[in-house]
């Protein structure tokens, strides 16, 4: 070919078209009558939220508990996976300094707003667990960790029979994207520390993501109407990250059923996550210790006090010379 030669730039499968050429309409098509350009066509509708499903009897009213502290970006994706149907979701805030209450009250008008009384996790959940009115509690982080859309599974296995739905991320169907090796390996020390004192089956004692029924509460033995004034600083025992290994080992020492759940932990989505590995494990640790103790101490308290009521409830037996008429 020369400079200036005609050429006829038909589809050649050497060549393809040059760009700005259309592509020449075969004879033989016919465009599909229903075909919309992507610009008419309407928006995909989002995939609708887990619920629970159809039973016969009708489901518990399930209470969602979520402690806050500066979660507003999080709010929308942790209130987009929650199922349909809950009768009640309480969120626990500790003072948060952004928009985390009017966010939540945006997204869900009828949601109810508690200012916990001291600081640290455990006191929130205490707070939530006492103001809570349903016959079930779920126990859901703020930071998008757990995934709520998981809450039907806990409810299932609790009207199977069990007392306490305990999340697990390493059972078949769990996992985590968030934890560390360091982590992961803290996590079975412990479980296994638990499991030989306590004689349970835990497979994840650290994490938090659970439900259970409210009639167990009293159980937990949490404080709940201790104020202490805002930014003293003051916790008691329980009000901390160590409040999870707190409850499983008072429900194991009770006697409680407990189900393991598999769940998957996703990494956090928005802020930076308050847990250290060392100090948390560290609190972990003692409190499994510091358990085990108070609870020897109370059977023996318990112990104690039954045989003074045996003595008190025996009749005086008088001696035999005292008895005789004279």
């Not at 399930?62 to 009768?87: K, Q, W």
């Not at 009770?254 to 308050?274: C, D």
Request: net charge positive; aromatic share 8%.
């Amino acid at each position: 070919m020369t400079i200036g030669e005609e050429t006829d730039f038909a589809e050649t499968p050497a060549r393809g078209l040059p760009l700005g050429i259309p592509r020449r309409p075969d004879p033989g098509y016919r465009p599909d009558p229903g075909y919309r350009p992507a610009a008419a066509r309407p928006a995909a509708a989002p995939p609708p939220r887990p619920a629970f499903p159809a039973r016969p009897q009708p489901w518990p009213k399930v209470s969602v508990v979520i402690p806050t502290l500066n979660e507003a970006r999080n709010l929308p994706h942790v209130f987009a996976g929650l199922p349909p149907g809950l009768h009640e979701v309480i969120i626990v805030d500790g003072n948060s300094v952004d928009d985390t209450i009017a966010t939540a009250r945006r997204l869900r008008p009828g949601v109810r707003i508690i200012q916990q009384n001291r600081c640290g996790k455990g006191n929130a959940l205490a707070c939530g667990f006492a103001a809570a009115t349903g016959d079930i509690i779920a126990m859901v982080d703020a930071d998008g960790s757990a995934d709520p859309a998981e809450i039907p599974q806990f409810v299932q296995a609790l009207l199977d029979g069990a007392d306490f739905a305990k999340g697990t991320r390493f059972a078949g169907g769990g996992g985590s994207s968030d934890i560390t090796r360091l982590r992961r390996l803290g996590n079975r020390i412990l479980s296994g520390l638990v499991n030989t004192l306590c004689r349970t089956q835990y497979s994840d004692l650290c994490y938090g993501y659970n439900a259970f029924w409210r009639r167990h509460v009293p159980v937990f033995g949490l404080q709940a109407d201790s104020d202490v004034p805002h930014g003293d600083g003051t916790r008691l025992w329980g009000d901390g990250f160590e409040v999870e290994t707190l409850i499983n080992i008072r429900i194991a020492q009770a006697g409680l059923k407990v189900q393991e759940v598999a769940s998957y932990e996703h990494s956090r989505i928005h802020g930076v996550s308050n847990l250290n590995a060392t100090s948390d494990g560290w609190r972990v640790l003692r409190t499994i210790f510091a358990e085990r103790y108070y609870h020897h101490q109370r059977q023996k308290a318990q112990r104690k006090d039954a045989s003074k009521g045996l003595s008190r409830r025996q009749p005086e037996v008088m001696p035999e010379a005292a008895t005789r008429t004279p």
